[in-house]
């Protein structure tokens, strides 16, 4: 069951670089075409500042990356707590869900990028990370209890 536990996040994990890389797909021949040189950047620029530069449509995946490199954050060690605690099959098909839910969430803000959708995929997979970290803590709590 631990490995089971383990498998959401590094899905997770590869969606958020095949992210990175379709994002670099689009960045960078956007950035030739309106003759952005990364050389001649100025110290200290970030992707965010392509905002407004760069075709909307092509930060949104940007946006998305770093979005991933957020509120994924926590389901991480939270996998990991379970993954160690001992989840039980319901953990499982949770992460799963919040996995399938961030997927959609990047390819919705990737592509057509509408609030009403976007923020209703971010608020279900929240409510599972939220389960998720619950049941993280009781069994954490639950451990502790019985140490004691």
Same mark, same amino acid.
């Given at each position: 069951m631990q490995a089971q536990m383990l498998a959401p996040a590094a899905a997770l994990v590869l969606w958020s670089l095949i992210m990175l890389v379709w994002t670099a797909a689009t960045r960078f021949p956007a950035m030739a075409k309106l003759g952005v040189n990364v050389k001649s950047a100025p110290p200290g620029g970030r992707g965010q500042n392509l905002d407004g530069v760069l075709p909307d449509q092509v930060q949104w995946k940007s946006h998305n990356y770093s979005h991933l490199m957020e509120q994924p954050t926590i389901f991480y060690p939270v996998v990991l707590i379970l993954a160690l605690m001992g989840p039980n099959p319901g953990d499982v098909a949770i992460a799963w869900g919040y996995v399938a839910l961030r997927? &959609?969430?990047? &390819?919705?803000?990737?592509? #057509?990028?509408? $609030?009403? #959708?976007?923020?209703? &995929?971010? $608020? &279900?997979s929240t409510v599972c990370l939220v389960l998720l970290a619950i049941h993280a803590f009781e069994l954490t709590a639950l451990a502790k209890g019985v140490a004691a």
């Open positions: 997927v &959609l969430h990047s &390819l919705w803000q990737a592509t #057509v990028n509408t $609030i009403p #959708v976007r923020f209703s &995929l971010f $608020i &279900l």
